[in-house]
């Protein structure tokens, strides 16, 4: 799906403002035809979470439907022109209509969906948009959801979240991101899929494929372009399908330091008069894995970073620029260079902002603590369009650089996993993300419940593993947790023989907090936590990364265990820097990490494996 942009050809309206919503704590509004209009409880900011900029009207731990309505101008110039709404997200699904037409429906959070409404507005007329939104979840959804009906039958009434949740954030509902009304020709790019490889150390080569929705007989212009140079082709649509192959010479690659972008601008034409228009920024660059290393363009890449969340007071799960061009500032001056969309496709703002950086991506599917008790053939279908709508919409990022399947299955230990039915589940799914994208490693990050025999080890390229010797277990006992650490590393690289990503590592931090000797929650455990884990991971030769959870605070449902957020991060939730944060700073200042394997940290490590 290509994300609107405004072009010769192409018209965008925003929107994002002040909506109206009603809570529909009794499932009534289809039936009192609230999708025609309603008489609104409140105002609600659009992007936005409904739960903490609406906890007084008592919203703050809902989960249910609430619908949405605003009234948007459609402007003359659209007249003549296919017009389309389009809603970045709503989490966790939604039910759209139209000047009371019902236009359709979608199913997967945090993911972007829209409809055709040319035939149902008028231009020069204003329209109404209803959004029937819920962040209700079942065992079929992407992700699972649970109840406390769920904590009694299991008997884990002590595990009870509220609201309940199948995962450590909070289940934010509302319209998350930008909702745009947008105008294309009648005959329009529809889709994009670029590929590119390097040939030699100064040349590179870009494949692109279009998809249109027009007939034989016209033309494609592709025309590809840096400050210095630019290479044009041409190419005839045939069956819908027009596709040309760029050397580029001399190339810049596309890479952390260097993060070099290429305009590509397509241009669709008939006896030589311009119809359509998209343009798209192509970075140049390889990823792939080869025995113990993750290659960036042919050199090993060592991963510094964090598992992240879309998080912040008031917004919620919002989109907020400011908040995107502070956080990537923040990963600029603690000299990371990735993250991981733990645990969603985080806003399509976010990766082409890292594509500008050099940040690399780890993009993730929204499945999250997979219980097989609860897993059926609808959950694997489920699962599986989901990874596809996932791909078709980050794909032609170069700061992509793999796909996570999902995040800790089997996270009860549940005896299902391992009697066959999650080794034939992942190997469906790794099948089918292969088969949509095969210029990308897959993974998916293990937790210690499903062992080193879980069976998505056995179809990740390279393996993820979270792990938190020193916090859940064995805590404040370091010098223990180093070394179930260094031992569990090995024996999982014995057995795969695969490189492996310690994808989460951290412990609960209260700012300002301190001691003198290992105390839980202070600052100076949280550094030495890390410093232990740090030198674990560059003891071995076969790691390409770490990534630290969390970068900052982040709210998460209620629970004996969380004093109302998730403290892991090394920033806190309005991003003042923890003791932490320094020690990294230095850590990643070191290039590559793994240098730092002498002095203090060869010490530590080698203790570690006595």
Not at 538 to 544: E, G, H, L, N, R
Request: net charge negative; proline share 5%; with cysteine.
């Amino acid at each position: 799906m290509l994300k609107p942009q405004q072009t010769i050809s192409r018209l965008r309206l925003s929107c994002d403002g002040l909506w109206n919503i009603k809570i529909d704590r009794e499932n009534v509004g289809d039936v009192n035809g609230w999708s025609a209009g309603f008489a609104p409880d409140a105002d609600v900011a659009v992007p936005g979470s409904w739960n903490e900029q609406l906890a007084e009207i008592g919203v703050m731990n809902y989960i249910g439907v609430a619908w949405y309505q605003t009234r948007v101008f459609v402007p003359t110039a659209f007249e003549g022109k296919r017009i389309v709404l389009r809603i970045g997200s709503a989490d966790f699904s939604a039910r759209v209509w139209i000047n009371g037409k019902f236009l359709g429906s979608h199913e997967f959070g945090f993911l972007p969906f829209e409809f055709e409404v040319t035939d149902h507005v008028a231009v020069g007329k204003s329209a109404l948009v209803v959004v029937r939104v819920s962040n209700e979840l079942t065992d079929d959804t992407v992700p699972q959801g649970v109840t406390a009906e769920n904590y009694i039958a299991e008997n884990r009434v002590r595990d009870e979240t509220f609201p309940p949740a199948r995962f450590d954030f909070f289940p934010y509902g509302g319209i998350h991101r930008s909702v745009e009304l947008y105008a294309t020709p009648k005959e329009y790019i529809d889709d994009i899929d670029v590929q590119t490889n390097i040939v030699s150390a100064s040349d590179g080569l870009v494949r692109a494929k279009i998809q249109l929705t027009c007939l034989d007989g016209a033309t494609v212009g592709f025309r590809l372009e840096s400050d210095a140079q630019n290479w044009t082709q041409e190419a005839n649509v045939e069956n819908g399908v027009a596709e040309a192959s760029i050397a580029v010479n001399p190339c810049q690659f596309w890479s952390c330091e260097h993060p070099q972008l290429y305009l590509l601008t397509i241009q669709l034409r008939r006896d030589g008069e311009l119809i359509d228009e998209y343009q798209l920024n192509v970075g140049i660059r390889e990823v792939k894995v080869e025995g113990a290393k993750l290659l960036l363009n042919g050199k090993p890449v060592f991963l510094k970073g964090f598992g992240k969340h879309e998080d912040f007071p008031v917004l919620g799960k919002a989109l907020s620029l400011p908040l995107l061009v502070k956080d990537f500032g923040l990963l600029r001056w603690i000299n990371a260079n990735s993250f991981r969309t733990s645990h969603y496709p985080y806003a399509e703002e976010v990766l082409d902002y890292a594509d500008r950086k050099g940040i690399l991506i780890i993009d993730e599917v929204a499945d999250i603590s997979r219980d097989f008790r609860y897993t059926s053939p609808k959950s694997l279908e489920n699962h599986k369009a989901y990874l596809r709508e996932l791909i078709a919409r980050d794909k032609n990022h170069p700061c992509v650089i793999a796909w996570s399947l999902s995040n800790e299955p089997n996270y009860l230990a549940e005896l299902e996993y391992h009697d066959g039915r999650g080794d034939a589940y992942w190997k469906e799914l790794a099948q089918h993300a292969r088969a949509l994208d095969e210029t990308r490693p897959i993974t998916i990050p293990n937790l210690q419940r499903a062992t080193i025999n879980d069976p998505a080890f056995n179809y990740c390229d390279f393996i993820s593993i979270n792990r938190y010797y020193g916090w859940y277990e064995n805590p404040g006992q370091m010098d223990v947790a180093g070394k179930r650490l260094s031992e569990e590393l090995d024996a999982i690289y014995e057995k795969y023989q695969k490189p492996i990503l310690v994808s989460e590592f951290g412990a609960d931090t209260v700012a300002g907090l301190h001691s003198t000797t290992d105390q839980l929650f202070t600052e100076e455990y949280q550094v030495k936590f890390l410093e232990t884990y740090c030198a674990v991971i560059a003891s071995k030769p076969y790691t390409i990364g770490e990534h630290v959870w969390n970068f900052a605070d982040f709210r998460t449902p209620q629970h004996h265990r969380r004093v109302v957020m998730n403290l892991k991060g090394v920033f806190t939730r309005t991003r003042e820097p923890k003791r932490a944060a320094f020690f990294l700073k230095e850590h990643w200042a070191k290039s590559p990490v793994k240098s730092s394997v002498n002095g203090e940290a060869a010490v530590l490590a080698g203790a570690f494996e006595k």
